[in-house]
């Protein structure tokens, strides 16, 4: 009864949202377009590193291009959601958070519901488009099954990032600025989208194993859909991307709740 | 005229004092992005280095010079903040109506804003690039220019990118005053220069018609030239030619950016803002 | 029945302080330094009654309320209101009690007022008939209706303030906090949405709190006054024993026919001259109207007079003006 309630109150924020975002008439298309472009970039720079290097670490042109997919459309997913806890710091600054602490509701639904964005669902449709043609390319027909766990993983990718930029933002309770946290895991983000980990040796598959799991987004839902070799193997393989997806989801309520406790006592 | 020159010096120094104080206002953040732009060029140096490791011989240049142009070019990038220049700064000022504020002084907007921008990098190159760059490139054996002449004109040619960056940026931001909103448009610009600029890849690598398509537009000369210059590809009388099409295209897009604003002024003094 | 209770409250925040040094050093080594906002305040406040929160820029208003409506965690002191604890308890909290910044609306900024209305509906779970009839009552006594399908940003200040006040009051709490609900306000602006509030608290028994910087506020609103200067309590009493205590005097200006020596005495001297005008202050403990009367005419050849009871700004204002030299340690005893 309470989560289903929760979840009506959500769909009424969303509308409410949406209702604003109709009063600026911010204009989805040219929206849509510039991320388009920039996706199409990102693959066309992709495309010129795979026909100078046609295989890296053992991965083909094709299988690469799936491991970017899988994380694009993971990313996309995550940012139409989650899109504004990256706004905590604006948040705080312009007293928005002190009126959330006002009503009798989670603060962090409050957050969550303030907008979604639709416009990163095309980077959900670009990815999962890519992932198939790239299958396609790559002789491979997935089962229903295997397609079914495709998406679950992608939804695990999706929480695992979740989760990091929900630890990462809440930093913004402590320091007034949170996005140069952020940012910091920018080109760690970046790296691990265009490739295979394991081609910077073991100490970066570690790191971001263990310590920033992105590579539970793209790199171990891939090789265990694919049949490649990687560190861990069989049902922990399979495994892996959910493990790592509870985990970062902990660790992010975890940062979360203690930054708020912190706001509350000192009102940064 | 040296009046002129005076009061152009002392504008850009307060801009200057202005960004460093803007820049470590907030210790953590600053401490953060001293280590975002270690930890930027540590990634991009290695992806390069695993790839001329796997395929050395699908580059013109030594493995040293391939790391040394993704260390230069990243770090050129952290102190030009290219994905938030001047536009994002005309995008905020139109949004919340302080754009007045900066044509009430007796300084022309664009020479305010290159003041502000120059202001800016000249604290994130004091601040962040020298105290990040230099004991990374002890750290990962990165090379010193190729030549003295060429380290000289390829500091030359940094400034030139500098302008020429402001220069496209400011282009940009004039969009603006019609859309009112930079998304989209900033999405397609950053496309452009993330493609045909060499930031990320090296554009010797780059095959036929997408290397012709980057030779006719001045983004090349943003990030690919200095660096360039820099590691010795480009040498001798290569780099003076290339230096002066910067030098070209700075000119020309100065001139863009003048009746660009002059256009926008007279629609702003016509519609009063 | 005591509504709101606050026992040796105290805040205190950690503020970076470069103190002259470097921008380097304290890149280098931040230091803080604690900057205690409020210090060991208590008071309480019964149900349905109307408090005036004053205090100079800085005194530890604004900061006293969010500790009261769950903001803000009390560094020490406890704070009940409406018998829970806030923070700990900043749900049920939320229920009871209703809150308006006057610097900062609440509501969703670019649509139009009644969405957001139907939006707190369901946070705080109103059924429809309750709310239908509140948003009705709200729609009588504020205007609503005149305004309620703009959106907020399209508002003026005062249509801004009234809706942001409906917004506070929709779910019917007990108690409203208001931090300086009519800065900016026109005098008729002001006028209504004192009414508003009077009339709230006659009809709901709302109990109310409120920072203001405009004492006619405070005149038509307010029995009782508490005072805060650099985090301490320094008054707690009603507008007339605030008077007493700062302004014990009361001036009388005088029409005279011509200039005469002014006059010294004992409780009664003169103050100001102007040519044809004298004002003249006596003690009011020492003598009543009518006697201070008799002796200024046996001095002065008086043709008019007309006597000035000190306004609540005027002692407010020496109050602030006298808060330099005010004993820390002078806390009264409500
Ligand atoms: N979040 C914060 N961090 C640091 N210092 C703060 C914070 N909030 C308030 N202060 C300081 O605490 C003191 C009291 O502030 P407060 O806002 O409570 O004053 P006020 O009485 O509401 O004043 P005003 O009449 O100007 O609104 C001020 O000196 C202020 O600078
Ligand atoms: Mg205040």
Do not use: M
């Given at each position: 009864m309470r989560p289903l309630r929760g979840l009506s109150l959500y769909g009424h924020y969303l509308l409410l949202g949406f209702r604003s975002q109709a009063e600026y008439r911010v204009d989805l298309a040219l929206m849509i377009f510039g991320v388009t472009v920039l996706n199409a970039v990102d693959v066309a720079l992709l495309a010129v590193i795979l026909t100078r290097f046609p295989a890296l670490g053992g991965w083909s042109f094709w299988e690469v291009a799936f491991l970017y997919c899988l994380y694009l459309a993971a990313l996309g997913l995550e940012n139409t959601f989650l899109l504004h806890l990256v706004d905590i710091d604006e948040l705080i600054r312009d007293g928005t958070l002190d009126h959330m602490l006002l009503r009798p509701r989670p603060v962090l639904l409050q957050m969550l519901a303030k907008d979604i964005s639709p416009r990163d669902l095309a980077q959900v449709g670009l990815g999962l488009g890519g992932a198939w043609y790239s299958l396609h390319r790559l002789g491979l027909a997935l089962g229903v099954a295997h397609w079914a766990l495709l998406l679950a993983y992608l939804v695990a990718g999706a929480a695992v990032l979740g989760g990091i930029v929900l630890a990462i933002c809440s930093v913004g309770f402590w320091t007034v600025r949170s996005r140069v946290f952020l940012a910091g895991t920018g080109e760690l983000q970046e790296v691990v989208q265009h490739y295979p980990a394991h081609v910077f040796g073991q100490w970066f598959v570690g790191l971001v194993t263990l310590v920033l799991p992105f590579a539970a987004i793209n790199y171990y839902p891939a090789a265990a859909l694919l049949g490649k070799p990687t560190v861990v193997s069989g049902p922990l393989l399979a495994l892996l991307p959910f493990l790592a997806a509870a985990g970062c989801l902990t660790a992010g309520g975890l940062v979360w709740r203690l930054g708020l406790r912190s706001y509350l006592s000192t009102g940064t | 005229m040296t009046s002129a020159v005076g009061h152009g010096g002392r504008v850009l120094l307060a801009f200057a004092w202005q960004g460093a104080r803007t820049s470590t206002a907030y210790t953590t953040a600053y401490w953060m992005e001293l280590l975002n732009a270690a930890v930027r060029v540590f990634a991009v140096v290695t992806v390069w280095a695993v790839l001329y490791r796997s395929?050395?011989?699908?580059?013109?240049?030594?493995g040293g010079q391939t790391k040394t142009y993704a260390a230069v070019t990243q770090l050129t990038a952290v102190m030009l903040t290219w994905w938030s220049g001047a536009h994002h700064r005309i995008a905020r000022q139109v949004r919340d109506g302080t754009l007045y504020v900066d044509l009430l002084r007796p300084v022309s907007y664009p020479f305010q804003l290159l003041c502000w921008e120059l202001g800016e990098s000249a604290a994130r190159l004091g601040l962040v690039v020298l105290p990040a760059g230099i004991p990374l490139f002890v750290l990962l054996g990165l090379g010193p220019p190729g030549s003295a002449a060429g380290g000289l004109l390829s500091a030359a040619s940094t400034v030139l990118s500098f302008v020429l960056l402001y220069e496209c940026n400011f282009l940009v931001g004039l969009v603006v005053f019609r859309t009112l909103s930079l998304k989209g448009v900033q999405h397609a610009y950053h496309a452009l220069i993330t493609l045909l600029s060499g930031l990320w890849i090296p554009l010797w690598l780059y095959p036929g018609p997408l290397a012709a398509i980057s030779q006719v537009?001045?983004?090349?000369?943003?990030?690919?030239t200095p660096a360039a210059v820099y590691v010795g590809y480009l040498d001798g009388p290569a780099a003076v030619r290339a230096c002066a099409v910067q030098l070209g295209w700075a000119v020309v897009l100065w001139l863009g950016l003048e009746a660009g604003w002059a256009g926008t002024r007279r629609a702003l003094s016509a519609q009063g803002g | 029945m005591t509504e709101v209770v606050v026992h040796e409250l105290a805040k205190s925040f950690r503020v970076r302080d470069a103190g002259g040094r470097s921008a380097v050093a304290q890149l280098v080594r931040p230091r803080y330094a604690v900057k205690e906002a409020v210090r060991g305040v208590s008071f309480t406040i019964g149900r349905g009654e109307m408090v005036a929160y004053l205090g100079p820029n800085g005194a530890g208003k604004s900061t006293t309320i969010k500790c009261l409506a769950g903001i803000l965690a009390p560094t020490s002191g406890t704070v009940r209101v409406g018998g829970l604890t806030p923070v700990r308890q900043r749900k049920e909290l939320a229920r009871r009690v209703g809150v308006v910044f006057g610097h900062k609306t609440?509501?969703?900024?670019?649509?139009p007022v009644l969405d957001t209305y139907q939006l707190l509906r369901r946070v705080y779970d109103l059924p429809r008939a309750r709310f239908e009839a509140r948003l009705e009552l709200l729609r009588d006594t504020l205007g609503l209706a005149e305004f309620e399908?703009?959106?907020?940003?399209?508002?003026?200040l005062g249509q801004r303030m009234r809706a942001d006040l409906g917004a506070a009051l929709l779910h019917g709490p007990s108690v409203l906090f208001l931090d300086e609900?009519?800065?900016?306000?026109d005098v008729l602006a002001k006028e209504s949405l004192r009414t508003f509030i009077r009339r709230t608290n006659e009809t709901e028994g709302l109990t109310v709190l409120l920072t203001t910087h405009d004492m006619r506020d405070v005149e038509e609103l307010c029995q009782r006054i508490l005072v805060i200067d650099h985090g301490r309590l320094v008054f707690d009493g009603t507008p007339a024993e605030i008077t007493r205590r700062w302004v014990p005097w009361t001036e009388i200006t005088l029409e005279v026919a011509r200039p005469v020596p002014p006059m010294a005495g004992d409780g009664i001297e003169e103050v100001a001259r102007e040519p044809g005008r004298c004002t003249v202050r006596f003690t009011r403990s020492r003598y009543s109207l009518p006697e201070v009367m008799a002796v200024l005419a046996n001095h002065y050849p008086v043709l008019d007079c007309r006597v000035n009871e000190p306004t609540i700004e005027a002692v407010v204002r020496r109050m602030y003006e006298s808060s330099a030299t005010?004993?820390?340690?002078r806390r009264p005893q409500p």
């Open positions: - | 395929y050395p011989q699908q580059f013109p240049v030594t537009l001045p983004f090349r000369s943003i990030f690919y | 609440s509501l969703w900024w670019d649509v399908r703009t959106p907020a940003r399209q508002l003026s609900p009519t800065v900016g306000l005010l004993p820390a340690s």
